[in-house]
């Protein structure tokens, strides 16, 4: 079974960091992988995207203190949050497209990504 699993969530103070963890364990080639966030009433965003090659695009709202980077031999992205803030406070979710056709482009979106994980909390509160 072909799964997407994240870890590294948990609760901070504003200012503080996390890194999250995304591990793809299905056998096709990952053509690029993504960080999603839905906080509550929310519509789901992306958050960072990167293509197989490293090319990466970010969201306005965490250029510069979000990182996503990846170990392509083990299917693996991690997103690295520095400076958070209260708004970044959301499910974090791994999405995945693999062994497709595609077009590279700076969109964050939900459409094109063909596996999603089960999401991991994100929190930060003083």
């Known amino acids: 079974e072909v799964q997407v699993m994240e870890s590294g969530g948990g609760l901070v103070q504003p200012g503080e960091s996390l890194k999250l963890s995304c591990v793809f364990t299905?056998?096709?080639?990952?053509?690029?992988m993504a960080w999603f966030r839905q906080a509550p009433g929310k519509e789901r965003e992306g958050v960072a995207k990167?293509?197989?090659?490293?090319?990466?695009y970010y969201d306005d709202s965490v250029e510069g203190r979000f990182t996503i980077s990846q170990v392509r031999p083990n299917k693996t992205v991690y997103l690295q949050m520095n400076n958070l803030k209260v708004e970044d406070s959301a499910v974090y979710y791994c999405?995945?497209?693999?062994?497709?056709?595609?077009?590279?482009?700076?969109?964050?979106?939900?459409?094109?990504?063909?596996?999603w994980g089960q999401g991991t909390q994100v929190t930060v509160s003083s």
């Open positions: 299905g056998s096709k080639t990952t053509n690029y």
């Open positions: 999405a995945v497209a693999a062994g497709r056709m595609y077009v590279k482009n700076s969109k964050i979106k939900h459409e094109g990504f063909d596996y």
């Open positions: 990167i293509y197989f090659d490293g090319e990466s």
